[in-house]
């Protein structure tokens, strides 16, 4: 069995292994440049970007995703129909709905439908599988709870009147009926 030696060309060694000490200066001079220039040193005319969140919003764009919503009609009465699509098209299974029968107009309605948003991406799934417009994802982003049981969402927590919802309906209506 014949073994063969292969001698390999390697580059020649950068300045940092050649001379550790001039890599430390190097990123000592580094660190400091960034510290004194969020000090505001060396700004030259450029503003921080700084929001103070409760007195300030963002503007956020027609697109924004938030928690998703349950659609009320003037009535008072819920949009959805229990179909179970947004249930079925949603990834994480977050979203639970149990149907019941009534003499109304709309055959049937949610008994009972619940969306945990500990478990929810926001994906908008459940908006684009629902045919009556009933889940919507509203603007709302501010659903922070301390527990577990906080972060799961009733249907009377989920109602909102079709008129807050707007401008997320529009938005929807313009760039999905193309």
């Known amino acids: 069995m014949a073994v063969q030696v292969?001698?390999?060309?390697?580059?020649?060694?950068s300045f940092s292994s050649a001379n550790p000490w001039?890599?430390?200066l190097s990123g000592l001079w580094?660190?400091?440049?960034?510290?004194?220039?969020?000090?505001g040193l060396f700004m030259r005319g450029r503003q921080d970007f700084a929001i103070h969140f409760p007195e300030q919003r963002l503007v956020q764009p027609p697109a924004l995703r938030g928690m998703p919503v349950l659609?009320?009609?003037?009535?008072?009465?819920?949009?959805?129909?229990?179909c179970g699509l947004c249930e079925w098209a949603c990834p994480t299974t977050c979203i639970t709905i149990?149907?019941?029968?009534?003499?109304?107009e709309v055959e049937r309605y949610p008994k009972i439908f619940d969306i945990d948003m500990a478990r929810c991406m926001f994906c908008g799934l459940c908006e684009e599988a629902c045919p009556e417009e009933a889940i919507v994802m509203s603007r709302q982003?501010?659903?922070?709870?301390?527990?577990r049981?906080?972060?799961?969402?009733?249907?009377?927590?989920?109602?909102?009147?079709?008129?807050?919802?707007?401008?997320?309906t529009d938005y929807l209506r313009r760039n999905y009926d193309r």
């Not at 982003?141 to 527990?147: C, G, K, P, R």
Request: glycine residues 2%; hydrophobic residues 40%; charged residues 25%.
């Open 149 to 168: 049981a906080g972060s799961l969402w009733h249907k009377q927590d989920l109602l909102v009147p079709v008129a807050q919802l707007k401008t997320r």
């Open 98 to 104: 149990y149907p019941a029968e009534t003499t109304d």
């Open 22 to 24: 001039l890599a430390i």
């Open 141 to 147: 982003i501010e659903i922070a709870s301390y527990s």
């Open 71 to 82: 659609v009320q009609m003037e009535d008072g009465k819920e949009r959805c129909v229990a």
């Open 6 to 13: 292969v001698k390999v060309r390697r580059p020649a060694q």
């Open 30 to 39: 580094v660190s400091t440049r960034h510290f004194l220039h969020n000090l």
